[in-house]
């Protein structure tokens, strides 16, 4: 089971840090994805960690956000800098990934429930 947490509200150019913890299972063994939903728009793949450590972005986010891996913890991170309205979204982690296309929701089968991220003036 996944669970994300960590969002809030937030001026243009702040930072936010969600967290997203795993319990039942060992996170590292896994590749677990972030994914956004803004209202009236689909779920986008933001960002991902493979379970060897490889990372991929949506280019929308490169050089603002940075996913991390905290083993001991259990609990991916998504380190969000530069934040602008645009990433105000429903922020969500997955795993059980198939291995096809990253940014691709289809391709992760384990959802946990989001979290919101508004930025706003």
């Known amino acids: 089971q996944l669970q994300a947490s960590g969002g809030g509200l937030v001026q243009p150019g702040g930072s936010l840090r969600p967290s997203c913890t795993a319990s039942g299972f060992t996170l590292d063994h896994y590749a677990i994805g972030w994914f956004r939903q803004a209202p009236g728009k689909e779920r986008e793949g933001v960002s991902l960690i493979s379970s060897s450590g490889s990372i991929h972005y949506a280019d929308s986010v490169k050089g603002r956000f940075t996913i991390s891996r905290d083993n001991a913890k259990n609990t991916v991170y998504l380190q969000m800098n530069r934040l602008k309205p645009e990433d105000t979204a429903v922020y969500y982690c997955?795993?059980?990934?198939?291995?096809?296309?990253?940014?691709?929701?289809?391709?992760?089968?384990?959802w946990g429930q989001g979290t919101q991220v508004t930025v706003s003036s």
């Open positions: 997955a795993t059980d990934w198939d291995g096809s296309t990253w940014f691709v929701p289809d391709a992760f089968a384990s």
